[in-house]
């Protein structure tokens, strides 16, 4: 059967859906973005392709990890989950700390809540390459 059990949707960008769900080999729960493939264009498809070999690359105590992929007929990234809500809702909760922050540089202990979409650091800080911080989580 499937190795992938899905829960809850977690959140949706403009490309990908995350879903939590539980990995029914190991048995723990997890986070699955799956690229959203109605109209996804041949761009888009290499995209979802980079971020799986540049994350499963990227090792950091605020990255999150990425634990298993797949580029069948709908690509999908398997992340481990965190506890906590997506980056929208923090910053939402700390308007203050978003009007200082606007400029998409999250600092380390807030990154720790970011489960993809990251790039690297720079001065102690993550770069956020989403468009939006509905689409971090």
């Known amino acids: 059967g499937r190795r992938y ?6 959140g949706e960008g403009g490309h990908g859906i995350v879903w939590r769900a539980f990995d029914r080999h190991l048995y723990r729960t ?4 799956l690229l959203k493939v109605d109209g996804a264009t041949p761009e888009q498809v290499e995209r979802f392709r980079r ?20 580029l069948e007929s709908i690509p999908w990234l398997v992340y ?9 809702a923090t910053l939402t909760r700390a308007s203050s700390w978003s009007r200082r922050h606007a400029d998409g ?5 807030v990154a720790r809540d970011l489960k993809v979409n ?7 800080l993550v770069r956020i390459l989403a468009r939006s911080p509905g689409s971090c989580f």
Not at 5 to 10: A, D, F, H, Q, T
Not at 118 to 124: E, F, K, N, Q, S
Request: net charge negative; aromatic share 0%; proline share 10%.
């Open 5 to 10: 059990s899905p829960g809850e949707l977690l």
């Open 30 to 33: 997890v986070a699955v973005k």
């Open 51 to 70: 971020e799986a070999r540049i994350t499963a690359r990227l090792e950091h105590p605020h990255l999150v990890r990425l634990l298993d992929h797949g």
């Open 80 to 88: 481990e989950l965190l506890p906590g809500g997506s980056l929208r």
């Open 105 to 109: 540089q999250v600092p380390p202990e």
């Open 118 to 124: 990251v790039a690297g650091l720079r001065d102690a």
